[in-house]
T-cell receptor, first 112, second 110 residues
Framework: KAGVTQTPRYLIKTRGQQVTLSCSPI?????VSWYQQTPGQGLQFLFE???????NKGNFPGRFSGRQFSNSRSEMNVSTLELGDSALYLC???????????FGPGTRLTVL | DAKTTQPNSMESNEEEPVHLPCNHS???????IHWYRQLPSQGPEYVIH???SNVNNRMASLAIAEDRKSSTLILHRATLRDAAVYYC???????????FGQGTELSVKP
């Protein structure tokens, strides 16, 4: 079974631009969660989608948004990028009845 | 969200057992205790979880205090590949989100 895939793996943007990151969960998984990891703040929960609906949301500004498609693939978008948005963005997939969350390798975003 | 407290770092010798402690005094009755680890340059990886009873799997054991206010992850024989940041997380059974703390950075010496 293929694992969680994230594209692109690396991304460089400049301040003010917007970016879209993609996550393909493990086949059959309907839950996708997004996390931001920075050296200063550690791993922080962004949001979770389940069957195309946002089920949970972390404490991030409205510039951070996401969506999930009918095939469970998910995208997250960050608009008006700031230097502080430079981070590793991780997604994790899961399924009902299973506690384990499976993480992808992440997308490394650098904002210049 | 209930919080966990872990030591920032620990050291171990290869092939010796490692006990990683976690305090979670504000745990609610329905929170599960989860452990994940993150190896360098990788996403977090599930290790083990439990509710009240001690748990064992191929990777580790989880010992949960009777009052559930603390737990200990036990690696029975540490290897160099176990060097990672270990996170103790409390998770609501209804929600998917994981609230990570700072974790414990485990280093393993040969």
């Amino acid at each position: 079974k293929a694992g969680v895939t994230q594209t692109p793996r690396y991304l460089i943007k400049t301040r003010g631009q917007q970016v879209t990151l993609s996550c393909s969960p493990i086949s059959g998984h309907r839950s996708v969660s997004w996390y931001q990891q920075t050296p200063g703040q550690g791993l922080q929960f962004l949001f979770e989608y389940f069957s195309e609906t946002q089920r949970n949301k972390g404490n991030f500004p409205g510039r951070f948004s996401g969506r999930q498609f009918s095939n469970s693939r998910s995208e997250m978008n960050v608009s008006t990028l700031e230097l502080g948005d430079s981070a590793l963005y991780l997604c994790a997939s899961g399924t009902s009845g299973i506690h384990e969350q499976f993480f992808g390798p992440g997308t490394r975003l650098t904002v210049l | 969200d209930a919080k966990t407290t872990q030591p920032n770092s620990m050291e171990s010798n290869e092939e010796e057992p490692v006990h990683l402690p976690c305090n979670h005094s504000t745990i609610s009755g329905t929170d599960y205790i989860h452990w994940y680890r993150q190896l360098p340059s990788q996403g977090p990886e599930y290790v083990i979880h439990g509710l009240t009873s001690n748990v064992n799997n191929r990777m580790a054991s989880l010992a949960i205090a009777e009052d559930r206010k603390s737990s200990t992850l036990i690696l029975h024989r540490a290897t160099l590949r176990d060097a990672a940041v270990y996170y103790c997380i409390l998770r609501d059974p209804q929600g998917g989100k994981l609230i990570f703390g700072q974790g414990t950075e485990l280093s393993v010496k040969p």
